[in-house]
């Protein structure tokens, strides 16, 4: 219970900061999210196939060492953020921080619906909820996307690069599962 109580009391500053907005039609933005980071997804799984394939090299004129890992976890990352945009809007929320995202995401979507009846839940066409293990999920991708993107000299290896593109792939799809 005190969790859920930190999470509603961050929730409310992040509104009265306007970092997060409630209106009725941010509903409109879920599709165009959820579009969004499919398609942020496909250019994380393009630049990771220029990083591992000679011929994509070839093509674009690049080194043979030419790798961009570093911007594959990035991509991933953004895909996944958008895509728990896509949440928010599901509920009239549009955010302007990760971090109020993450919160609104946590409470909402893994609290929220775990604590309702097993009727309610049957009530609904579909009823999915995230699991913790996907919200820890995205917060250790933007962790390491901020690696990546803000170290002078980040050690970002091809392991870190499928890790992320393999949780993007889950928590987006986990994404549209709760949303259809």
């Known amino acids: 219970m005190a969790r859920i109580d930190f999470l509603q009391r961050k929730i409310g500053g992040y509104l009265r900061k306007e970092q997060l907005l409630k209106k009725e039609e941010y509903t409109q933005l879920e599709k165009p999210f ?15 196939k220029i990083s591992e394939q000679d011929e994509f090299k070839k093509l674009l004129a690049l080194s043979s060492n030419f ?33 109020a995202t993450i ?6 979507y893994v609290h929220q619906q775990k604590n309702l009846e ?10 999915y909820t995230l699991s913790e293990d996907l919200i ?20 970002i290896s091809r392991e870190n690069a ?3 593109l393999a949780d993007t792939e889950e928590f ?8 259809s």
């Open 136 to 155: 820890n999920k995205l917060i250790q991708t933007k962790t390491k996307r901020e690696t990546a993107q803000y170290d002078a000299t980040p050690s």
């Open 67 to 99: 790798e961009t890992y570093e911007w594959v976890i990035v991509v991933s990352y953004y895909s996944m953020y958008v895509s728990a945009l896509s949440a928010l809007a599901r509920l009239g929320f549009k955010s302007k921080s990760h971090t």
């Open 118 to 127: 097993v009727k309610h839940i049957q009530q609904l066409t579909k009823a």
């Open 34 to 48: 959820l579009k969004k980071a499919r398609k942020n997804f496909t250019v994380a799984n393009l630049m990771f």
């Open 172 to 179: 987006i799809t986990k994404i549209e599962e709760t949303l």
């Open 103 to 108: 919160i609104v995401l946590e409470h909402y």
């Open 162 to 164: 499928v890790n992320a």
